[in-house]
């Protein structure tokens, strides 16, 4: 009987052990978001992303028959994002140089996709004196601007310490205005900058923000899609509404500690996913054209927009995100 004891209580010790390791990496990656130590993991995400946007911009200026030959850099530049992400991800000097470079370039060219979109609009008959019909069949006019969220999520790493390194420090620190160390000679004048903040993880209100920001890119762009298919299904609903919902925890949590603990991370964990769901219908629809999975290429790129539903969920993510940081 005992050694009958023994084998049930070592196999449940076994079935635990894989629980405790899963807590352990949570804890561990918690406290590293909260002290700014995940410049590689965070690298590693704006580079993947930029996959998923670089694709989107792919078939929908293959829609646009590449006119001008600027609708060729942000597919550059996305795959120039990828390979800056990696690079970064295993190099500390990669992501200090090669990594914010890409990322400032990326964002440069978000805003320039920006105007020539709005220029697009303004050429339609009417122009932006009928802006919904324009806005609906022109190009798409802030998918340029949500182009950047990857480029942004990169230039914040850039900031930030890597994971694995306790004791790494780039710059001295300085002290704290509640540390006695301000009353040493020569720091009385010494501040706290935004870079600082950056490299302890003390930027919940920035990143909240940026939540906020790329909800309402990301909810119109959904608004506009579905209009054109009349919102033929009762899903096509839930991004138009939760990107406001997103949106007021963002903001609310810029002005709250406790909304962000508590309704920005709600709201966000429904965005990332309604954004999973809506790719399972959108990949379905595009499987529901004629010909289905035997012309995969041309259905992807006349059918529903299949990545786009995952860029809601990325801002969903980058409100997750906000939610663990530390305020600043």
Known sequence: MALVADAIFSSAEKRKRPRR????????????IREGRFQRSLSLIAGLSSVLSGLEVTYEHYRG?????????????????????????????????VLPAVSIITLADGLTGFYFHVRGIQRKPG????????????????APLLFGLSAYLGLIAHFLRREGHPNEESHPLPAHAQSWAVCLP???HEKIGWDQ??????FQKHMAAATAISAFFSGFEAWYSH????????????????APALMGAAVAAMKSRRAAHTWLPAMSALAVADGAVGFFYHARGVLRRPGGAKMPLYNIIYGPPIFAPLLFAACGFVGLLASLLRRE
């Open 21 to 32: 390791s899963a807590m352990r990496l949570a804890v561990l990656a918690n406290e590293n």
């Open 227 to 242: 209009y054109k298919n009349n919102f033929r299904y009762k899903m096509q609903w839930t991004p138009v509404i939760l």
């Open 127 to 142: 122009g932006w004196r009928i802006p919904i019909v324009n806005m609906v069949m022109g190009p798409p006019v802030f």
């Open 186 to 188: 020569g720091r009385k």
């Open 65 to 97: 028959s590449y006119s001008r030959s600027v609708m060729y850099t942000p597919v550059i530049l996305s795959a120039g994002l990828l390979g800056a992400g990696i690079w970064a991800y295993k190099s500390k000097r990669a992501a200090e140089t």
């Open 197 to 202: 903040d950056l490299r302890e993880g003390r």
